[in-house]
């Protein structure tokens, strides 16, 4: 497996002093993912959890969305030796194995849509699936309702539960306090628990390995957690939200006008610009608990 950090000479430039150092990096290499043997996209991604992220893929694309559908996960052998199998447990390294290309076996009954290299599925780092979806394909294929449970209260999140949320993420993110340039995607529960934390050099990676290590446990849908990114959030990473059944997606930065328009109509509450005490809250905002009526400006 690839490393998830490189070291690189840098010149540092200090006040004028000029100084050569090694400076640690985020690691980025691209991984093929194939489905039942099948090439169906490139992604550039940091090295880890490569498995969760081909599931969580998968997931985003209406393949899978439960655990029973997954029956098996390998590594493509390289040109010297075999591949490492997993049902859905961590992948680990030795052997030959190319280590950037992984095939996502589904069990038999799992029909399959319309995802094929043919439509230049291609994801970068920065933009996730660019060009892809609409509204109307994520309705058609999302498997899971965005709601509250039909048997528990609604959820309600203080402003104040919320905006503790930045700052446990990023007190949890090891790698990009060696590098500063990565992405990390937090789950956690209605209570503000951390369930769990990725980090990623492409932020929609991050959330993918969140959500395919969920299915891999058996925890889809993701009803009643909060979904936290550490940049804006994009049309690519609502999609991802919805079709993982979380209700509430929280970003630092700005969320992308489709973004708004695809939480506003499966029922996701949306949140952007959630820095310290501010926030600005796009749709959903019955599960906010807010004090004061609004005013129009």
């Not at 005490?277 to 009526?293: F, K, P, S, T």
């Amino acid at each position: 497996m690839g490393r998830v950090t490189e070291r690189r000479k840098v010149i540092r430039i200090r006040d004028g002093a000029v100084s050569t150092r090694p400076d640690t990096l985020v690691a980025e290499e691209p991984m093929e993912i194939r489905l039942n043997g099948k090439p169906i996209a490139i992604t550039m991604r940091t090295p880890g959890d490569d498995f969760a992220l081909a599931v969580g893929f998968l997931v985003s694309e209406g393949v899978l969305a439960e655990q029973r559908e997954l029956r098996n996960i390998v590594y493509c052998a390289g040109a010297t030796g075999g591949g490492t199998s997993r049902s859905s447990g961590a992948e680990n390294g030795g052997g030959s194995n190319t280590y950037n290309v992984v095939d996502v076996s589904t069990a038999p009954d799992v029909v399959l849509p319309d995802i094929t290299l043919e439509r230049n599925v291609y994801t970068t780092s920065s933009c996730g699936l660019c060009g892809k979806a609409s509204l109307d394909a994520v309705r058609t294929t999302a498997r899971w309702a965005i709601d509250d449970g039909a048997d528990a209260p609604p959820v309600r999140l203080a402003p104040e539960l919320l905006a503790s949320l930045p700052d446990r993420l990023r007190a949890s993110q090891r790698v990009f306090d060696r590098t500063g340039g990565l992405h990390a995607a937090a789950l956690f529960t209605e209570e503000g628990e951390l369930l769990d934390i990725r980090e990623d050099v492409g932020r929609h990676n991050a959330v993918d390995k969140l959500v395919g290590r969920a299915l891999q446990n058996g925890d889809l849908p993701l009803s009643r957690t909060i979904l936290l990114v550490s940049g804006r959030a994009s049309f690519e990473l609502a999609q991802k939200a919805v079709m993982a059944g979380i209700p509430v997606l929280a970003a630092v930065s700005a969320p992308s006008s489709l973004a708004v328009d695809l939480a506003a109509e499966s029922g996701l509450t949306l949140v952007g610009f959630l820095r310290g005490a501010n926030m600005n809250v796009y749709a959903g905002e019955d599960r906010i608990a807010l004090r004061a009526a609004a005013t129009q400006g």
